[in-house]
């Protein structure tokens, strides 16, 4: 890849010296990657400094490192990356407290404990000096006033009498109790954990006093005896009003009806239960705060406290929405097309008023928020789309832009952006070029890039990458990225890998997924890689498939199409292809294998195994079986019992002629039934349990074993090369040979 001076791309020549050869891009490479963590920039009130946190995967140690550097703003004429504040386990919520101090929440873990300590810091932004909070439970999240003064935060909730809990469980142990249908298998009924809300208020001698917060309904909120699942805490910076999402016992009436409420509560999960609430400190009151479900809602308030914003769609009962809900439901696709909705709105905490400052329906910004807004009243700086700035004021109850701002390099993706309404920064990145802490001057336009976190790349090679679009044959449009092989010949023909993770404009080493996926390493080993993960709409008409099936349909045709597209481009070799899929596309993976007529020789499929029939009374969960049953159309009983065997990858495992890696994290059970489907039918399978892992996977280790194994799974299978066993699976080769001589008897 070409030296990286600014947010151009230059290749530097000096005299007639040959610049140095690029190395191949490696697995540890991918997984080194340094990453600013999303919506962890803030400028501070002076605009003198930059705060940001990165998360440093470190191979030696096992560990992620988290790192919070203060960046200077007062010389960017050099790259560099600043002071060094903090390393930690894991560092979450930093927000200034003036121009000194840093307040953020710490994770630790000691080598005898397994359970994270968390703790609220501050930070001395000059000295790196530490000041803990001494609060007696682990946090779980937490916001604070502009002046650190006041301070919720949330807590699992202990049990009110721990005593008597502790003896009911003794009970149980020993006489057993009684299950319910759908209600799992430790307790009567589901439900998720309930949480405590704390207030900490600053004692004039500088030590907290705290207490717990008291929950009573307004008429407009829905029920809430107590809260469950509390996250997205707001406190307003005068510390008068708190905004929180959280799910409810029952939610607004009105709501029922709703195309996305239906939809949501179809998919057998509580996140039709969430709610946006404002609760008042002072009289404990809690009333809704926008009307539309939480879970898609982000929040800011004003610095003055007057106001807050709303981030979302339209809300419901106003015509806005119906005519989104419309788009919607002609879309086919209620599940992504509800992310396309980013409206901006202001909204009165007295009146539960709700204004809308911009229309945002096309892009996906991630719920960027205003910035630079000082005064409820005044003027707001707003991302318009991926590439503008809007700069928003207000007059006689609505708003109006008054400039407008365009970012430079319409190649590079900007995200995590912070403004004091003059100076603008962030992050940058584009699918090539790593991500960096950019500066740009909203008067004079000029801009800089200011760190440097991943030199190493100048000297590494990628695979050029390019968008591409493209039909499929039910008129469903998809996009995503195609990497080109390195040393890419023109008219030669790859073996090509589709590997279904995000299409996002952001650095390409790895992908947003940590599972399976390592598509620049694949490309350096002769691969043409594409990636993307859904198709943009379903014009199957809903009708020809029961249940929520056309999605899966809809999902192989895109696969497909795309195949035959780089085939007609003479890319391609299509006798030579594979697939790759992780968590709910996993299922779409292993469907794809069972049901297309296309041939795929290798493929790989991390922590599915939805939709099967051992899957849908294995943990006895009521919303599990819903959503099984909206998904193939009916329950594995009855009438309805031949779609599963029409449509479960395991009842079609004898059509699957890919050689199959599994991975699968914790005790890998939901795995089993299609990979002992496949194991006694002779087939070429290979699976592997992560004990301990995340979904999706996060320590370094983990992640290069899974990576690496994948490029050489893929390698062995498709170009029938074997490179180095790795220490940890020395006999890897033998048994793949030994699945591979099965595989040929088998057929």
């Not at 994770?107 to 007696?136: M, P, Q, Y």
């Not at 409206?343 to 991630?366: C, G, M, S, Y």
């Not at 336009?445 to 760190?451: F, N, V, Y």
């Not at 404009?505 to 350096?524: G, M, N």
Request: proline residues 6%.
């Amino acid at each position: 890849m070409p030296r990286i001076v600014n947010l151009a791309l230059v290749v530097t020549l000096v005299g007639h010296v040959q610049a140095p050869r690029l190395r191949p891009i490696t697995v540890e490479d991918a997984v080194r990657t340094r990453r600013i963590i999303s919506q962890e920039v803030r400028l501070s009130p002076d605009g003198s400094q930059v705060a940001y946190v990165v998360k440093a995967p470190n191979l030696a140690t096992n560990q992620n490192d988290f790192l919070l550097y203060v960046r200077d703003l007062h010389s960017v004429d050099t790259r560099e990356n600043g002071r060094l504040l903090l390393q930690a386990e894991r560092i979450s919520g930093i927000r200034w407290l003036g121009s000194a101090r840093l307040m953020a929440l710490i994770e630790t873990k000691s080598r005898t404990n397994e359970v994270a300590d968390r703790r609220l810091c501050i930070v001395n932004a000059g000295t790196g000096t530490l000041e803990r909070l001494e609060f007696s439970a682990n946090i779980q999240e937490y916001s604070a006033s502009a002046d650190g003064d006041q301070v919720v935060f949330s807590v699992t909730a202990p049990p009110e009498d721990p005593s008597s809990a502790a003896e009911e469980e003794k009970v149980r142990e020993q006489r057993g109790y009684a299950v319910t249908f759908g209600g799992g298998n430790l307790q009567s009924r589901e439900e998720l954990p309930e949480d405590a809300v704390y207030l900490a208020t600053k004692a004039d001698t500088g030590k907290y006093d705290v207490r717990r917060l008291q929950f009573s309904r307004s008429s407009s909120a829905p029920r809430a005896p107590f809260l469950r699942d509390v996250n997205a805490l707001d406190l307003s910076p005068d510390g008068r009003y708190l905004l929180l999402r959280y799910s409810s016992d029952s939610i607004p009436a009105e709501w029922q009806g709703e195309p996305y409420f239906r939809h949501m509560k179809s998919l057998g999960t509580p996140f039709y239960t969430y709610v946006l609430g404002l609760y008042e400190i002072h009289t404990s009151t809690l009333r809704l705060a926008f009307n539309f479900p939480g879970g898609f809602l982000e929040t800011r308030w004003s610095d003055d406290s007057l106001f807050y914003s709303v981030i979302g769609p339209s809300p419901l009962g106003t015509d806005p929405a119906r005519a989104e809900a419309r788009m919607a439901s002609a879309s086919g696709d209620l599940d992504h097309y509800i992310l396309r909705f980013e409206h901006v709105f202001v909204v009165d905490p007295h009146t539960q008023t709700a204004t809308r400052v911009i229309e945002r329906n096309k892009d996906q910004l991630w719920g960027d928020l205003p910035m630079g807004w000082t005064r409820g009243e005044g003027s707001m700086l707003v991302r318009r789309d991926l590439r503008t700035l809007d700069s928003m004021v207000t007059g006689g109850g609505k708003w109006e832009r008054s400039r407008t701002f365009a970012l430079p390099n319409g190649r590079a993706f900007y995200s995590s952006l912070a403004s004091d309404g003059q100076n603008l920064v962030g992050v940058y990145q584009t699918t090539m070029v790593p991500p960096d802490l950019f500066l740009f001057d909203l008067q004079t336009g000029k801009w800089a890039l200011l760190t440097d976190l991943n030199p190493e790349y100048r000297e590494i090679e990628l695979g050029q990458v390019e968008r591409i679009t493209w039909t499929n044959r039910y008129g469903s449009k998809s996009a995503g990225f195609l990497i080109k092989p390195s040393g890419y010949a023109p008219g030669k023909r790859y073996p090509m890998i589709f590997l279904s993770a995000p299409a996002r404009d952001v650095f390409i080493s790895d992908a947003a997924y940590t599972t399976a996926y390592a598509p620049q390493p694949l490309a350096d080993a002769g691969f043409v890689v594409v990636i993307s993960q859904y198709p943009l709409d379903n014009r199957i008409r809903h009708a020809r498939f029961p249940g929520e099936m056309s999605a899966a349909y809809n999902w192989m045709a895109m696969v497909e199409s795309a195949v035959d597209l780089l085939v007609r481009r003479g890319m391609v070799d299509s006798k030579n292809v594979g697939l790759a899929g992780f968590s709910r596309t996993s299922w779409l993976t292993d469907f794809t294998l069972t049901h297309s007529p296309h041939h795929f020789t290798a493929a790989s499929s991390a922590d599915g195994g939805i939709y099967t029939y051992g899957a849908y009374c294995r943990y006895n969960s009521r919303a599990e079986m819903l959503a099984s049953e909206t998904q193939v159309g009916g329950p594995p009983y009855g009438q309805t019992f031949r779609y599963w065997l029409k449509y479960a990858p395991p009842f079609n495992a004898e059509k699957v002629s890919a050689a199959l890696l599994m991975e699968y994290q914790l005790s890998a059970d939901h795995g089993f039934e299609f990979f002992a489907a496949l194991s006694r039918l002779g087939k070429a399978v290979e699976f592997y349990r992560y004990p301990q892992a995340a979904h999706p996977l996060d320590t370094p280790f983990e992640r290069v074993a899974s990576l690496q194994r994948n490029v050489d799974w893929f390698r062995f299978w498709m170009q029938n090369y074997e490179g180095k066993a790795p220490d940890y699976d020395i006999e890897q080769y033998d048994r793949w040979r030994a699945l591979r001589l099965r595989q040929a008897v088998g057929q």
